[in-house]
C-alpha cells in the first residue's frame, strides 16, 4: 500500500484495569487494537509484539475501546517517552491518532472491514484521514491492498459473514450423523449471534471463544476448517490451521485464493453445494483427511 520513511517506536501507560492488555517496562512501542484476546487482530499484535521485543524493542499492548477518543489517548501518553504507535485497522484504532496535536508517528496495519464495511462517508472520511497522515500502511494480503486503493466501491459486502452454510451442513449430517460442525469465536455483535444461533443447523454447535492452544488443539483432532467468509482481509485462522497442518476448506474471495491454492494447499468453493461435497469428501474414508493424518503419523 504505502511504505513511509523509518519510523522509531515507542511507550505510553496503560489502564491497569485491562484484561489481557501486555503492559512492559518503559516501553518504546505502543500496538492499538481490539480488546477481545480471542479475535485475530489480537493475534496479530501478539506476534507483531513478540517480534519487536526479539529486537529489543520494549512493547506494549493497548485497547482501542479503552480511550473514548483522541484526546484521552493522547492523554494517556502524554509526559511519557513515546515516539510511535502501531495500529491495527485504520478506523478503529486509527480514529484516534487523529487529534491536532497528536504528535506520535504511526503506523497502520489494515483490517477487513477497513475496505469492506466501514464505508459510510464519515467513516471513509476518517479512513482517508488516517491514511494519508500515517508513516507505512501495511496490507496483509494483495487483494486487501488492490481495494484500498480503489478507494472503496460504493457498494460493498459485509467485512466478515460467519454464518456458515447451514443448508449444506444439514444435508451433510443427514448422511454423516456423527459430523459435527463447531463456530469458535468472540461475539462482537448480540443481535446478530442471535440470528446465527436461531439459524444453526443439527450437529453445529456456536461454541464460546477458547484459548488459543486449546484452538489449535481442536482444530488439528477436526477433519478440516471452514472459513465462509464473503470477504476478508486476511483470515488469521487460516493462516493458524495450514500452520498446524489442518485442511483447510475456504470460501472463493480475493483474499482466501490469495492463502489457499485449490486442491494444492487446501480446498476452495464457491457455492454451498461444493462446500457441500467437499465436506463429505473430507468426512469420507477416502478422503484426503485420512492422507493427511497418514502423513502426520509418518512425520510424527
Given at each position: 500500500?504505502?511504505?513511509?520513511?523509518?519510523?522509531?517506536i515507542?511507550q505510553?501507560?496503560?489502564?491497569?484495569?485491562?484484561?489481557?492488555s501486555?503492559?512492559?517496562?518503559a516501553?518504546?512501542?505502543?500496538?492499538l487494537?481490539?480488546?477481545?484476546?480471542?479475535?485475530?487482530?489480537?493475534?496479530y499484535?501478539q506476534?507483531?509484539r513478540?517480534?519487536?521485543?526479539?529486537?529489543?524493542?520494549r512493547?506494549?499492548?493497548?485497547?482501542?475501546?479503552?480511550?473514548?477518543d483522541?484526546?484521552?489517548?493522547?492523554?494517556?501518553l502524554?509526559?511519557?517517552?513515546?515516539?510511535g504507535?502501531?495500529?491495527?485497522?485504520a478506523?478503529?484504532?486509527?480514529?484516534?491518532?487523529?487529534e491536532?496535536?497528536?504528535?506520535f508517528p504511526?503506523?497502520?496495519?489494515?483490517?477487513g472491514?477497513?475496505?469492506n464495511?466501514?464505508?459510510q462517508?464519515?467513516?471513509?472520511?476518517?479512513i482517508?484521514r488516517?491514511?494519508?497522515?500515517?508513516?507505512?500502511?501495511?496490507?496483509?494480503?494483495?487483494?486487501?491492498?488492490?481495494?484500498?486503493?480503489e478507494?472503496?466501491?460504493?457498494?460493498?459486502?459485509?467485512?466478515?459473514?460467519?454464518?456458515p452454510?447451514?443448508?449444506?451442513?444439514?444435508?451433510v449430517?443427514?448422511?454423516q450423523?456423527?459430523a459435527?460442525l463447531?463456530?469458535?469465536g468472540?461475539?462482537?455483535?448480540?443481535?446478530?449471534?442471535?440470528e446465527?444461533?436461531?439459524?444453526?443447523?443439527?450437529?453445529?454447535?456456536?461454541?464460546?471463544?477458547?484459548?488459543?492452544?486449546?484452538?489449535?488443539?481442536?482444530?488439528v483432532a477436526?477433519?478440516?476448517?471452514?472459513?465462509?467468509s464473503?470477504?476478508?482481509g486476511?483470515?488469521?485462522?487460516?493462516?493458524?490451521?495450514?500452520r498446524?497442518g489442518?485442511v483447510?476448506l475456504?470460501?472463493?474471495n480475493?483474499s482466501?485464493?490469495?492463502?489457499?491454492?485449490?486442491?494444492?494447499?487446501g480446498?476452495v468453493?464457491?457455492?454451498?453445494?461444493?462446500?457441500?461435497?467437499?465436506m463429505?469428501?473430507l468426512?469420507?474414508?477416502?478422503g484426503?483427511i485420512?492422507?493427511q493424518?497418514?502423513?502426520?503419523?509418518?512425520s510424527?
Amino acid at each position: 500500500m504505502a511504505t513511509g520513511a523509518g519510523f522509531e517506536i515507542a511507550q505510553a501507560s496503560l489502564p491497569e484495569r485491562l484484561s489481557w492488555s501486555v503492559q512492559s517496562a518503559a516501553p518504546e512501542l505502543v500496538i492499538l487494537t481490539t480488546s477481545s484476546p480471542y479475535s485475530g487482530n489480537a493475534t496479530y499484535a501478539q506476534r507483531i509484539r513478540t517480534y519487536c521485543e526479539s529486537l529489543s524493542v520494549r512493547t506494549a499492548i493497548w485497547h482501542h475501546d479503552d480511550f473514548s477518543d483522541e484526546n484521552a489517548l493522547v492523554s494517556a501518553l502524554r509526559g511519557t517517552p513515546c515516539r510511535g504507535l502501531i495500529g491495527i485497522h485504520a478506523y478503529r484504532s486509527g480514529r484516534l491518532f487523529l487529534e491536532r496535536d497528536f504528535a506520535f508517528p504511526f503506523v497502520i496495519v489494515l483490517g477487513g472491514t477497513d475496505a469492506n464495511l466501514f464505508d459510510q462517508p464519515a467513516e471513509r472520511d476518517i479512513i482517508q484521514r488516517v491514511l494519508a497522515s500515517a508513516r507505512a500502511v501495511v496490507a496483509m494480503s494483495a487483494p486487501l491492498k488492490a481495494r484500498m486503493l480503489e478507494r472503496y466501491p460504493t457498494t460493498l459486502p459485509p467485512a466478515i459473514t460467519v454464518i456458515p452454510p447451514a443448508p449444506a451442513f444439514a444435508r451433510v449430517h443427514a448422511v454423516q450423523p456423527l459430523a459435527r460442525l463447531v463456530i469458535i469465536g468472540p461475539t462482537l455483535d448480540r443481535t446478530y449471534r442471535e440470528e446465527v444461533e436461531a439459524k444453526l443447523p443439527t450437529g453445529a454447535l456456536l461454541a464460546s471463544p477458547v484459548a488459543p492452544a486449546d484452538l489449535h488443539a481442536m482444530m488439528v483432532a477436526s477433519c478440516g476448517v471452514l472459513n465462509s467468509s464473503l470477504s476478508e482481509g486476511v483470515c488469521g485462522t487460516l493462516l493458524e490451521a495450514m500452520r498446524l497442518g489442518c485442511v483447510c476448506l475456504a470460501r472463493r474471495n480475493g483474499s482466501n485464493e490469495y492463502l489457499v491454492e485449490h486442491q494444492v494447499t487446501g480446498l476452495v468453493y464457491e457455492a454451498p453445494s461444493e462446500a457441500e461435497s467437499w465436506m463429505q469428501y473430507l468426512l469420507g474414508s477416502d478422503g484426503i483427511i485420512v492422507e493427511q493424518r497418514r502423513q502426520k503419523d509418518i512425520s510424527g
